[in-house]
C-alpha cells in the first residue's frame, strides 16, 4: 500500500462530527479547485457555509455530518441523510429507500491516494450505517466526468444505477448494500499486505498495485469458480486458496492492464 500523507496510511481515520468552529476550514475546502469543479460549483462565503451547514451541526436537520481525520488532521468532509427524510430527492432520484452519502477530499495532499475510498467506506461502516441502523442500502450520486469520485464509489461496493437530472445536471446514481460494502472493506484490508508484498516482489509494479483491488473485488463478491471465471480469474494452483492465486494472475496479464 502507498504510503499516505506524513507517512500514514489510509486505513488509520477516524470521524468526528463537524463544529461550528469547523466552518472556515469548510469554506476553505470549498474553494479549492477539485471540490469547485464537481461539488460546489459556486463560490460560497463563510456566512452562507454556517447558513448551510450550520443546522446539520446544530441537529435542526436530519442530514449528519463528520470529518475524517488521519493522524489528528482533518482531511475530508462527508455527510449522510435518510432519503425518504428529504422527499424532493426521492422525487428526483426515485428512490424511497436507504441512505444516500455526499463527500470531499478537502485536503489537495490527501487527493487520489486511497485516503478518499477509505473515507468513503470507513463512513458507512462506522458512522452512517450504525446511526441510521434500520436502513440497508446506501446510495451515491456523481457526474459521469467525475471519473475519481465513480471509481472511488465503484471500489467501495457501489454499482451504478441509473442516470438522473439534478438541477439540469445529468448525474449518474450509484447503490449498494451494507453487505457489499462491508465486503469490499474486507478485500481490501486482505489484498493490502499482498499488494505490498507484490509491489516489493515486482520492483513496486505501480500497475498492479492500482488494479489489483478491483480485479480482487470483483473476484471475490462472486465467490463462485465460474463467476471468477467470467471476470477472467484463472486457477493456476488448484491446491492452494483463492487468495495467492492473484499474483499470478496479475503477473501473467499485466501487459494488457493500462
Ligand atoms: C472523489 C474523491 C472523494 C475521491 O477521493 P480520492 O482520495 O481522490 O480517491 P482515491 O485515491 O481513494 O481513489 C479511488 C479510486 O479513484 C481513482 N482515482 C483517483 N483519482 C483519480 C483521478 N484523478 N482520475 C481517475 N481516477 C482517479 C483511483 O485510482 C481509485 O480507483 P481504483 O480503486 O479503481 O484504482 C476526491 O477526488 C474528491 O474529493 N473530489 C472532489 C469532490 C467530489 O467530486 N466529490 C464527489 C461528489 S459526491
Redesign the pocket.
Known amino acids: 500500500m502507498e504510503k499516505g500523507v506524513n507517512g500514514s496510511e489510509?486505513q488509520e481515520i477516524e470521524f468526528r462530527p463537524v463544529e461550528e468552529s469547523d466552518f472556515p476550514t469548510l469554506t476553505a475546502w470549498l474553494a479549492k479547485p477539485?471540490?469547485r469543479?464537481?461539488?460546489q460549483k459556486t463560490p460560497v462565503t463563510l456566512e452562507q457555509v454556517a447558513l448551510e451547514y450550520g443546522p446539520f451541526v446544530r441537529g435542526e436537520e436530519p442530514t449528519i455530518c463528520h470529518l475524517a481525520i488521519s493522524r489528528d488532521a482533518p482531511f475530508?468532509y462527508l455527510q449522510c441523510y435518510r432519503n425518504a427524510d428529504y422527499p424532493e430527492w426521492v422525487d428526483i432520484i426515485l428512490v424511497n429507500d436507504g441512505i444516500s452519502v455526499?463527500?470531499?477530499?478537502?485536503e489537495p495532499a490527501?487527493?487520489?491516494?486511497?485516503?478518499?475510498?477509505?473515507?468513503?467506506c470507513g463512513y458507512l461502516l462506522e458512522i452512517a450505517f450504525p446511526y441510521y441502523a434500520s436502513e440497508t442500502r446506501a446510495y451515491?450520486?456523481?457526474e459521469p466526468l467525475?471519473?475519481?469520485?465513480l471509481?472511488?464509489s465503484?471500489?467501495v461496493g457501489f454499482r451504478p444505477l441509473r442516470k438522473f437530472l439534478e438541477g439540469g445536471v445529468e448525474m449518474v446514481l450509484l447503490g449498494s448494500n451494507r453487505l457489499s460494502i462491508e465486503g469490499a472493506a474486507l478485500v481490501s484490508l486482505r489484498t493490502r499486505s499482498w499488494l505490498r508484498r507484490e509491489r516489493l516482489a515486482f520492483g513496486g509494479h505501480r500497475q498492479v498495485y492500482?488494479?489489483g483491488?478491483?480485479k480482487a473485488q470483483q473476484f471475490y463478491r462472486s465467490q463462485f469458480p465460474s463467476s471468477a471465471k467470467a471476470v477472467g480469474f484463472l486457477p493456476i494452483d488448484a491446491g492452494r486458496s483463492n487468495m495467492p492465486q492473484f499474483p499470478s494472475y496479475w503477473r501473467s496479464t499485466n501487459k494488457s492492464i493500462t
Open positions: 489510509p477539485h471540490v469543479r464537481f461539488y475530508a455526499d463527500l470531499f477530499v478537502g490527501y487527493l487520489h491516494r486511497g485516503f478518499g475510498r477509505a473515507a468513503l451515491i450520486a456523481h467525475n471519473t475519481a469520485a471509481r472511488c465503484r471500489a492500482r488494479k483491488p478491483a
